[in-house]
């Protein structure tokens, strides 16, 4: 049974008068309760707390929830306690969550299953933070059902492991643009160890075809088996999306790879599967790439390309990244190359099909502060030296860094604003990209 529930409106107050009003409840369950009716019972404005243990489920469980904007429906853990659902086998999805708007999970560890939370039609306004995804059988967060119009989620400070199958942690939007996921935020969350043995892909963060006006931000990323973030182009659907100050490392395949209409910049790539690339855009889907901006990035990229462009189509603007591709291309490309600027980049590599714009001079013992090619943190990327230091165009820089901060004060190559003491923010590492090592002075989080 349910330990307790309270009404938290006006209704309490003046019952007469506002009869009308809906009722927000605050609801508090156990292990042993009945998450299922409990759950999909909740009404606009409630609150479902969750005590500590674990909560299983063995059979179909889908919910249909109504929160609106001024009274959302929130499930979250009880403050200090850890509660887990677990699906016992790998026969259905943890969670289908279908017809439902604003809806917030925080807190809650999902296991087991074939999928873990599956966003069906019908969903929007929809968050997931804080929670821990892993050990599925299939992809751990999908919103990809055709003819789906999903807007405006956000996935925030999740952590997600230890997949299967196709094994994505986040597989958002359709192939050949067959539904759209659109004006949304992935950032914070850290995604690792998705390629075991039973990954059949294993991306980190993918958003397909026709998906348009995200923003991929603040995320650590290490060994998947796929591109660590995958990105087709928005088919004409709406703003270009944004990939930033992500950190990845020790991919299967590219570490960043995009096909259009995207913002990449203030990425850390370090290494990729041998012959891949730290950034790679591509022609999937039947487009080709245009409309990108590539800029501030550090790649380091031990065995492949820095970054390699295949069948240009269009406007593509390369500048300001630190590149070291020693054994291979620091940057090549393909197809239409009129349509490609390139500008104040630098590093190590050879240029194929791109003719100017890299100063080849790099050497990573006296760039940095502390980098090698050995394709895993610990590492100090903040630059120093002739070579980065006050050296980028400042036609295309940014406003901040990968530790957000200004860029006012100088134009420096790469994904960091040069530093003389090295780097004095959160330092490269598996886990979250703990902001608060980051913030100083006036900075304030990413909004």
């Given at each position: ?82 509660p887990v659902i677990h699906y016992v086998d790998n026969s259905q999805n943890i969670i289908n969550i279908g017809n439902t708007t604003f809806l ?266 502390g980098a090698n090619l050995g394709g895993v943190p610990p590492q100090n990327l903040v630059p120093r030296g002739s070579l980065l230091v006050g ?57």
């Amino acid at each position: 049974m349910q330990k307790h529930a309270f009404i938290a409106t006006l209704g309490l107050l003046m019952p007469c008068a506002w009869a009308g009003v809906a009722q927000a409840t605050t609801i508090e369950i156990g292990p042993g309760d009945d998450i299922r009716s409990t759950m999909q019972g909740l009404q606009a404005g409630d609150t479902l707390i969750l005590d500590g243990g674990t909560y299983t489920l063995s059979s179909y469980f889908a919910i249909s929830l109504a929160g609106t904007s001024g009274l959302p429906i929130v499930i979250r853990a009880k403050t200090g306690e850890q509660p887990v659902i677990h699906y016992v086998d790998n026969s259905q999805n943890i969670i289908n969550i279908g017809n439902t708007t604003f809806l917030t999970f925080d807190g809650i560890e999902f296991t087991g299953g074939s999928r873990g939370l599956r966003f069906l039609s019908g969903t929007s306004d929809i968050t997931v933070r804080n929670c821990h995804v892993h050990d599925t059988d299939a992809n751990a967060i999908s919103a990809n059902d055709g003819g789906v119009d999903y807007a405006r989620f956000t996935f925030e400070h999740n952590e997600i492991d230890h997949t299967g199958g196709t094994g994505e942690a986040f597989y958002l939007g359709c192939n050949s643009n067959a539904c759209q996921f659109h004006d949304s935020l992935v950032a914070n969350n850290y995604i690792h160890d998705l390629n075991g043995a039973t990954i059949t892909q294993g991306d980190g963060i993918e958003i397909k075809q026709g998906s348009y006006a995200n923003i991929v931000r603040d995320n650590v990323i290490h060994d998947t088996a796929y591109p660590g973030i995958t990105l087709y182009d928005v088919a004409r659907n709406g703003a270009p999306n944004v990939i930033e100050r992500n950190l990845v490392w020790n991919s299967g395949d590219n570490g960043i790879q995009v096909t259009a209409d995207a913002i990449v910049r203030n990425n850390i790539v370090l290494g990729e599967c041998a012959g891949c690339s730290a950034f790679a855009a591509n022609n999937l889907q039947g487009a080709t790439p245009a409309n990108l901006t590539i800029v501030n990035n550090t790649f380091i990229a031990p065995d492949g390309n820095g970054v390699k462009l295949n069948s240009v189509s269009g406007s593509i603007i390369i500048a300001n990244n630190a590149i070291y591709a020693p054994n291979g291309n620091a940057i090549s490309a393909s197809g239409t190359l009129g349509g490609i600027t390139s500008v104040a980049n630098a590093g190590q590599g050879t240029l194929n099909g791109v003719a100017a714009g890299f100063a080849t001079t790099g050497n990573l013992a006296t760039d940095f502060f502390g980098a090698n090619l050995g394709g895993v943190p610990p590492q100090n990327l903040v630059p120093r030296g002739s070579l980065l230091v006050g050296m980028a165009n400042a036609t295309y820089l940014p406003s901040d860094d990968f530790d957000l901060r200004a860029r006012s004060a100088q134009a420096d190559i790469g994904a960091y604003l040069a530093n003389a003491n090295g780097n004095p923010g959160w330092p490269l590492r598996a886990g979250f990209k703990i902001l608060d090592e980051i913030f100083v002075g006036d900075f304030e989080p990413w909004q």
